[in-house]
């Protein structure tokens, strides 16, 4: 026992002796290193999937698929102006149908591989033919003409037509004028055909292309990727826009607490998307600015419209001007956050600004005879963005009008599966909800109101009319006519009030003062379009 | 003694089949879908309730528990844990490439815990009642009482925002090469609050065991015959008051393993206890199952393992 007890104490103090000298070899050592590469270390809250490849466009492989791999065409950071990037210049059909793009002739793959029109219409052709292998954001690929063909028969994809190995042409099953911008999401990457062309749906999470060492065209290689630490990426030399400033990538993969923790210490560089909480932690932190930026997403109540006692407009109406958001806002949220009266995208100013009335609010449920004893139940997942603040203030204020509300806290893939859940709609009757990037387009509303016929999904609100209108809206490339069309939908929305929209948050975005060149985008995880601009000082 | 240990061995089996079942029961009758964890919402709410029906499916959400459970036992016994239903990995490689990790910061902390805890318990019993006696308990007390990511948030706080001495989370610097002196650096934050956190039983229990030796007529013949204090305490106290501390240590075992999932989230640590934070969340089944299995098989890996040392050093354990 005695013999034992030394002799770990002995290993304690090595232990520590090294700990303390190694401090300082370990800086030698950075700084050395520092003098010839730039590292730039970067991340955004939440999870990231090994899988990158587009299938996987989803929470944070969805920015890193920017590093690897190029879009036929990117996006400023209006999110509107559409800029080359695989592609050179494009032309549209005036009924939005007809796409033709010139690609770059010096584009080549990280291997080496000259980049053609053939991986454009291969990246295409295996999209439309495994549309169940994708698990993130949608593609456009299935909306080609041909797409459903291809998915049952694996036939050539019948809307694609390879011109010549710099010019592709595509036709799609419906107009559509937002195909050209949905080009620049990450979920349509342009893949390698000649790494690819074996895989199928089965196989595509699996091989060492797409969980180790992924090729792109893009500016940075994948070059090593350790679970629950960091994916690092290093300048691709040969990119065809010219090299990437910055030699070395690292997207840190953090714990929520670890982030605010490492920026303060500075170990992290920029981070995407934090809460206005943090400003106080990170105000005094030197060298590091604080950019806002208002995000596409939103934060608003989901009414479930086919519950007996939400059926009515003017109760769904009524709790829009029972809640006072304005006040909600200055005080909660100290101001980080604008009010919406529709989706981010379609509240136009001369709306309904729906402003807190408490008196008309009582009038309408009068009106739409509400029983006093009715209580909506309001589910939400406990740790959404300020739930245990905002919600027990919401349920007062609308208590105030007459509207009880029994408030649900749920872990989340319980509240996920809930509200989702076809089979468990008569759970709830109010769901707190955030995120999303309606914010982008007015089209991006379009998705929850697709059809007025089939199954019903999340507020449970069809209207033909509104669906009809985003078809227009969609179908030609003229913009005052999708304008006005635009305007048209988000009347109908405003007024039918399916949703009780909130407000849409100003995210903090600490970018350190060491890096330069980096657009903060609205979609906070599009900025990673322009990484190969970013530079150090 | 082959007896003992075959015996026990024998009766671990039933009680793993008992965990895994009670485990395995209690993650699938938690409300919420594991799909939900797959695939993005944007992608979930637009899915026809077939498209959903079809991914369960898949995913072989739909059988029945016991069928499942039956699917999953027959499995493991032919090595075969399953995949993680989140990145479509083996649950195994999943587990693999954080166990390291952990391993590291257990190895650790268990240092930490002894070569602090049983010297101070012993410096204690030495003084009782002085102030170096108050000032250990007292500090035993506080590390018992104070939660574990306290301590990990004050420490990053002082050694690594403050002072910056220290990195704030991680087990290496990203991009520069592993080293022995990297990883030591990193690993001294985390096991430090999880060592110290143990090393406060061990305070008490060092303490009150050696007391009470102390206080026996043996020891009093021993003082009597005008042996010198350190050959007191170390020859006589302490060999007789280490027989608790082997049972307590043992103990300790499952309390590392639950402090290592808090002290891995405070500090980044790449290791078992995130996974299992993110698998809980996520409802990740496969995942769950294989690390509750290793844990059952460590805890009573442990206890065993208390059993046979105490055989070892306890003459009296053999006779009875």
Known sequence: MRRFSWLSVALAATLITSACTSSSNDGQAAGEKGKTDTTLSVTRVGPIFPVFHPVRATDNTYPLLYLIYSNLVHLKSDEKTITPDLATSWKASPDATTFTFTLADNAKWQDGTKFTADDVAFTAWWAARYPTAYTGLPNVWSQIKGADETAKTGADLAGVKVLSPTSIEFTLSAPNAEFLPSLANASNVIVAKHVLKDETDKTIEKVTATTQSPIGTGPYKLTKYVPDQYVEFTANKDYFEGAPKIDHIIWKILPDDQVTTQLQSGALDVAFGLGEDTRPLLASVKNLDLVESTSVGMVGLYTRTDAPALTDNRVRQAIYYGIDRQKLIDTVLKGAAKPLWNPPGLSYDDLNHYAFDPAKARTLLKEAGWSAGTTLKLVYWKDAPNATEVLPIIQQQLGEIGVKVQLNPLEVDNWDDMVTNPSRRGEWDLDYEFGGSFGLTPDQSSRSYSTCTGPKIQTGYQNCKLTDLFVQGRGTTDQAKRDATYHKAAEILNQDADVVYLWQPVLLNPVSTKVKGLEIYPFDRHSFMRANEWSMS | ?320
């Open chain 2, 1 to 320: 003694m082959l007896k003992i240990l075959v015996r026990r061995l024998l009766q671990a089996v039933p009680s793993l089949i008992i965990i895994s079942f009670i485990g395995f029961a209690l993650l699938s009758i938690a409300p919420g879908d594991p799909l939900t964890a797959r695939l993005d919402r944007d992608a979930l709410v637009h899915m026809s309730p077939e498209q959903l029906q079809a991914a369960r499916q898949a995913l072989g959400l739909n059988d029945a528990l016991p069928v499942r459970y039956w699917h999953w036992l027959t499995g493991v016994l032919h090595g075969d844990l399953g995949y993680s239903i989140v990145t479509g990995q083996t649950a195994m490689s999943e587990i693999s490439s954080r166990a390291g990790a952990t391993l590291i910061l257990l190895a650790a902390s268990v240092m930490i815990a002894v070569c602090v805890g049983i010297p101070c318990g012993i410096l204690a019993a030495r003084y009782p009642n002085e102030r170096i006696d108050r000032l250990l308990t007292g500090g035993a007390v506080v590390m018992i009482s104070v939660p574990t990511f306290i301590v990990g948030l004050l420490m990053i706080y002082l050694f690594a925002i403050r002072m910056g001495i220290l990195p704030a989370g991680g087990l290496s610097e990203p991009g520069a090469p592993t080293t022995l002196a990297g990883t030591l650096r990193h690993v001294a934050l985390p096991a430090t609050v999880l060592g110290l956190a143990n090393a406060a039983p061990l305070v008490r229990f060092a303490r009150s065991g050696l007391l009470e030796v102390l206080a026996s007529d043996y020891v009093r013949t021993a003082r009597a015959k005008g042996l010198r204090e350190r050959g007191v305490i170390f020859r006589h106290g302490l060999r007789n008051a280490s027989l608790p501390l082997i049972t307590i240590m043992a103990m300790l075992i499952p309390d590392l393993v639950g402090g290592a999932v808090i002290t891995e989230v405070v500090f980044a640590w790449p290791g078992m206890g995130r996974l299992v934070v993110s698998s809980a969340q996520s409802g990740d089944p496969a995942v769950m199952m294989t690390i509750i299995i290793m844990v059952a098989v460590t805890v009573i890996t442990a206890n065993l393992l208390a059993d046979i040392l105490y055989v070892v050093a306890d003459p009296r354990v053999r006779v009875s």
